[in-house]
């Protein structure tokens, strides 16, 4: 995200021409005066007039950047007819775009219905935890990789994938077996998807490790099999493969319960064992800043830190109650974004600033947080 969600929504008194048809600078044409305005912050841009506000959506403005999130209603998908035994079928997971500039959430388009999505995040056999819906963003892509059905198979048989400057969704490519509880992260433009569970388990599918490069062209999309893992140990669960300089680190337990830690070299396709600072300080969820910073909350402490490579330590970033029990991360344009626990909001901290500061992004009314990426805003939105 760009800004501080401070603006408010557009009132009369915000513009200074009303007109739909007003000049962004009086004398220039509007390409060379778009030129001229790319450089100011984009809630300068929103705040000043009506078309320097409908510039900032235009598919030819440089995009500023804004929350994805996956949301599961609280009271289940809204249904007509009540489902007997107390699980829909339908799909529980709905999608929203949060602007930073106007502070507000926008629906994204209806995800494609055929074959008809089924992505279950609460089941009534499962009281202590809710099912994984796994996702991850690559090359400006949202990319959701791995679920459960309400029968408890898997829900993705091939990626579903949503382009926020097209605003569009279309299926990847076919998944050899589709799975969850399985280990997903990207690294240099690839999706990287390992071990997990089927319809059943399968040790060979447990230690199996496949790449999905969307740096080719559409037509020679696939699935490609990399070096398998020693053995099944990261299917009991959802883990995070969190890329860092040219490697995938992830560990196979969440929380600070003892754990294992594994490394993969995405340029030798080789696995390798992790750092023992490393593992030790991974204490809850991760994600990395550009690929070169691995940032980490710790559950317990509330405690933001990040990975220094060279002395195989953990830095404190920031300490807050509101961290505690974090339930996801991501990592975007210097700030970090939480979930906090129960996907009651999302905590966002600007780990630019020094000391960091954070400020927090209530859901719309009646929903849960899932998951939370940052990807450029969409262009349809009009203001």
């Known amino acids: 995200m760009e800004t501080t969600p401070q603006c408010t929504n557009p009132t009369h008194s915000d513009s200074l021409d009303d007109s739909e048809n007003g000049t962004l600078l009086p004398g220039l044409p509007d390409d060379l005066a778009q030129r001229c305005l790319s450089s100011l912050s984009p809630s300068l841009l929103f705040s000043v007039c009506h078309p320097w506000r409908r510039l900032l959506y235009f598919p030819s403005f440089p995009p500023f950047f804004?929350?994805?999130v996956l949301f599961s209603p609280l009271h289940g998908p809204t249904t007509t007819n009540p489902v007997p035994g107390g699980i829909d079928p339908q799909n529980?997971?709905?999608?929203?775009?949060?602007?930073?500039?106007?502070?507000?959430?926008?629906?994204?388009?209806?995800?494609?219905?055929?074959?008809?999505?089924?992505?279950?995040?609460?089941?009534?056999?499962?009281?202590?935890?809710?099912?994984p819906i796994q996702s991850l963003t690559v090359s400006n892509h949202l990319v959701l990789i791995a679920a459960t059905t309400h029968k408890l198979f898997p829900a993705l048989s091939s990626p579903l994938v949503f382009h926020p400057e097209s605003n569009s969704w279309f299926y990847g490519p076919q998944i050899s077996t589709p799975r969850r509880w399985c280990v997903t992260g990207s690294a240099q433009g690839a999706v990287y998807m390992a071990s997990g569970v089927g319809s059943h388990y399968q040790g060979d599918i447990a230690r199996s490790m496949e790449r999905w490069d969307l740096n080719k062209k559409r037509e020679s999309w696939g699935w490609e099999?990399?070096?398998?893992?020693?053995?099944?140990?990261?299917?009991?669960?959802?883990?995070?493969a969190v890329g860092y300089r040219g490697?995938?680190?992830?560990?196979?337990?969440?929380?600070?319960a003892?754990?294992?830690?594994?490394?993969?070299?995405?340029?030798?396709?080789?696995?390798?064992?992790?750092?023992?600072?490393?593992?030790?300080?991974?204490?809850g969820p991760a994600a990395t800043m550009d690929e070169d910073v691995i940032y980490v909350i710790d559950e317990v402490k509330g405690r933001l830190s990040k990975y220094d490579g060279e002395k195989d330590c953990w830095e404190k970033v920031i300490e807050l109650e509101q961290l505690k029990r974090a339930e996801q991360i991501t990592?975007?344009?210097?700030?970090?974004?939480?979930?906090?626990?129960?996907?009651?909001?999302?905590?966002v901290v600007d780990v630019r600033d020094k000391p960091a500061r954070f400020w927090e992004?209530?859901?719309?009314?009646?929903?849960?947080?899932?998951?939370?990426?940052?990807?450029?805003?969409m262009i349809s939105r009009q203001h």
């Open 331 to 347: 990592a975007g344009r210097g700030k970090i974004c939480a979930i906090s626990a129960k996907g009651e909001k999302i905590i």
């Open 92 to 131: 529980s997971i709905e999608f929203f775009s949060f602007d930073p500039i106007s502070s507000s959430w926008t629906p994204l388009p209806t995800p494609p219905q055929n074959p008809p999505l089924h992505l279950l995040h609460r089941h009534p056999s499962f009281l202590s935890r809710n099912l």
């Open 361 to 377: 992004v209530a859901p719309p009314p009646g929903m849960e947080v899932v998951a939370v990426h940052v990807l450029p805003r």
């Open 247 to 256: 490697k995938l680190c992830m560990v196979n337990v969440k929380g600070n």
């Open 225 to 240: 099999n990399k070096a398998p893992l020693k053995d099944g140990r990261f299917s009991r669960e959802e883990v995070e």
């Open 258 to 283: 003892v754990k294992e830690g594994a490394v993969y070299d995405v340029e030798l396709d080789k696995w390798e064992e992790m750092p023992q600072g490393m593992v030790a300080g991974w204490n």
């Open 66 to 68: 804004s929350l994805y």
